[in-house]
């Protein structure tokens, strides 16, 4: 038969310390996790907003390039204009 310590009730104590500290440990993470999967969360919600608001900016500056270069040729032309009559 196996003899039994003593300090048994010592034993189970410290286990019972180490059990619970594993615990609030375990619930500290826990929510540390919960914490950064909701900026996580907010961070995709942001990103997708900027992507849309990036996007209609985008179709709403094709036509500027257009403009100018028409501009442009509005301006070539009445050069050209100009230069022929005297």
Known sequence: MVP???DE????????????LLEV???EMRGQL???LQRVDRS??????LDQ???RLERGRWPLP??????????LIISAVALVRP
Request: proline share 2%; aromatic share 2%.
């Open 4 to 6: 039994v310590p003593d």
């Open 9 to 20: 009730s010592g034993v189970r104590a410290e286990l019972a310390e180490v059990r619970r």
């Open 25 to 27: 440990g375990f619930a």
């Open 34 to 36: 919960a914490l950064l």
């Open 44 to 49: 995709d919600a942001e990103l997708a907003d």
């Open 53 to 55: 608001r990036v996007d």
């Open 66 to 75: 257009a403009i100018a270069a028409l501009t442009g040729l509005g301006a």
